[in-house]
C-alpha cells in the first residue's frame, strides 16, 4: 500500500526557514515521481516542485523557484523540501504525493497517491 505522510511545518516569521519532510512507503522510489503542493484558503492548490526519480529532473514553480530546493534520502524513504527566504505568500496546507511512472507527465500530472498535510505559517 503506497503511503505518504508529511511533516515539519509550523510557524515562522517572513525570512525564516523551515524544511518539510515526506515519508514515503509501499513503492520504489525508481518507478515514481514525487510532488509538493500546497493550498491556501480561498486559492486553488498549486504544485510547488517535484522529483522525477527515473531520471532525476526537477521542478519548481515560479514562486519559489530560488528558494526552495527539493531533494531525497533514500536510505530514509523520505523527500524533502528546504524553504528558505521564506514570504506571508508562502502560508499554506502543504501537501505531498505520489505519481507513478506510468502516469506521470513532467512537472505535476498523475500524481495518484496523497498523504497528509502540514500546515505552514509566515508572519509579516
Known amino acids: 500500500e503506497v503511503q505518504l505522510q508529511a511533516s515539519g511545518g509550523g510557524l515562522v516569521r517572513a525570512g525564516g526557514s523551515l524544511r518539510l519532510s515526506c515519508a514515503v512507503s509501499?513503492?520504489?522510489?525508481?518507478?515514481?515521481?514525487i510532488g509538493w503542493f500546497r493550498q491556501a484558503p480561498g486559492k486553488e492548490r498549486e504544485g510547488v516542485s517535484c522529483i522525477e526519480y527515473s531520471d532525476g529532473r526537477k521542478y519548481y514553480s515560479d514562486s519559489v523557484k530560488g528558494r526552495f530546493t527539493i531533494f531525497s534520502d533514500y536510505a530514509k524513504n523520505t523527500v524533502s523540501l528546504q524553504m528558505n527566504s521564506l514570504e506571508p505568500e508562502d502560508t499554506a496546507f502543504y501537501y505531498c504525493?505520489?505519481?507513478?511512472?506510468?502516469?506521470?507527465?513532467?512537472?505535476?500530472?498523475?500524481?495518484?497517491?496523497w498523504g497528509k498535510g502540514t500546515q505552514v505559517t509566515v508572519s509579516s
Open positions: 504525493a505520489a505519481a507513478p511512472k506510468s502516469n506521470f507527465v513532467y512537472p505535476l500530472y498523475g500524481f495518484a497517491y
Open positions: 509501499g513503492f520504489t522510489f525508481d518507478d515514481y515521481a
